[in-house]
């Protein structure tokens, strides 16, 4: 039982914790979900530090020591009963780790992807503005955010682009990486499965099942979203779940791609079910008919002009709430029944989602 005793002395004190908006159940069982780097395993550490010493035992199933030996059911299930322990957290956990889970008064399962117990489940999302910023919502915080990203330990660190070199080599086996790097060059733009593959091929010996299992893989984790568009033809628009990461493996993509994955990654982690526009450039939510539109850097003037010439097609689309999502510029103007509202970023993230 040395391997539980190590376990159950952990400190669960973090160092440069954010907090996180995302509220846990207490004294219920659940498991938490999210794509690798997105601070789970801080997030729970943190949990469990508000829970009294002793009466909770936290596993991690990456642990080197699961490698030479397959974890003792029997042994883990004597001493929770030894130690009274009330929380048992397994994190890392993947299908197959342990056959027969004990009894205890909370199970919490910690994981990439939904596994095969069924618990209540909620998913952690990289950081949005309001969790990078502190509250602290300003131009400034913004900028930092379009540089540094949405990963936690990108962000709190003084060196991000070491951190996101890490995390590229650490979180992501080979195979992995070489799919990554493809699907960077595809961020934000409309694409088929079959353009990944055909891209992939001019760089790497790959299997096309291999990497359409893999495309599945990430968007089942949370790595890759494929948004719908409105607009007919092929193709999904791709969204890598972190802006700085992307830019990070794609070194030309250009800033009016990252502004608009900031966007859409807002739109996603509030829930909002959306699907993608090439023209008018934007976002149509599809509970609400909200449209939400990205330019960047386009005055009240200039914008004024395209919704006159385009307003044909904003009439079609029935949406009488228009957001414009900008950098610094703030205007707002009317063409018959449809409201035309422009904010920056930082200013319109708290709205997006009502």
Same mark, same amino acid.
């Given at each position: ?144 955010? +379009?540089?540094?990203?949405? @990963?936690? !330990?990108?962000?709190? $660190? /003084? *060196?991000? #682009? ?6 590229? &080599? ?117 509970? +609400?008919?909200?449209?939400? @539109?990205? !330019?960047?850097?386009? $005055? /009240? *003037?200039? #914008? ?6 385009? &307003? ?43």
């Amino acid at each position: 039982m040395e391997i539980f005793e190590q376990f159950f002395n952990i400190n669960t004190k973090l160092d440069n914790y954010l907090p996180r908006s995302l509220v846990l159940p207490k004294e219920k069982s659940f498991q938490l979900i999210g794509a690798r780097a997105t601070g789970k395993s801080a997030l729970i550490l943190n949990y469990l530090h508000s829970l009294p010493k002793g009466s909770y035992l936290y596993i991690d199933c990456q642990d080197p020591t699961f490698i030479l030996e397959e974890l003792n059911e029997y042994e883990l299930e004597q001493f929770l009963k030894e130690e009274n322990i009330e929380t048992l957290v397994l994190d890392h956990y993947f299908n197959g780790f342990i056959e027969k889970i004990p009894k205890v008064k909370q199970l919490i399962i910690v994981s990439r992807e939904i596994t095969e117990i069924v618990l209540p489940t909620f998913r952690l999302y990289p950081l949005d503005f309001i969790e990078f910023s502190k509250s602290n919502i300003s131009s400034s915080s913004f900028n930092n955010y +379009t540089k540094r990203g949405s @990963l936690p !330990s990108v962000s709190i $660190s /003084s *060196e991000h #682009f070491v951190k996101l070199k890490e995390i590229f &080599f650490e979180k992501f086996d080979e195979g992995d990486g070489k799919v990554l790097l493809i699907l960077s060059l595809f961020n934000t733009k409309i694409t088929t499965t079959n353009q990944i593959y055909k891209k992939a091929k001019e760089h790497f010996k790959i299997s096309k099942d291999w990497l359409y299992q893999t495309l599945q893989k990430f968007e089942d984790e949370g790595v890759l979203y494929r948004l719908k568009k409105l607009e007919s033809g092929f193709g999904d628009k791709i969204i890598l779940y972190d802006f700085a990461f992307a830019k990070y493996l794609n070194k030309y993509q250009p800033f009016i791609n990252t502004f608009d994955s900031i966007v859409a990654l807002a739109l996603i982690k509030q829930n909002i079910d959306i699907v993608a526009l090439s023209s008018p450039f934007g976002y149509l939510q599809l509970d +609400t008919n909200k449209l939400t @539109l990205i !330019s960047p850097f386009e $005055s /009240s *003037e200039s #914008f004024w002009l395209k919704a006159q010439k385009n &307003f044909h097609t904003y009439q079609q689309l029935t949406s009488k709430d228009i957001q414009i999502v900008t950098i610094s510029n703030s205007y707002e103007f009317k063409i018959k029944d449809i409201t035309f509202k422009a904010m920056p970023f930082f200013e319109w993230v708290g709205f997006s989602g009502e």
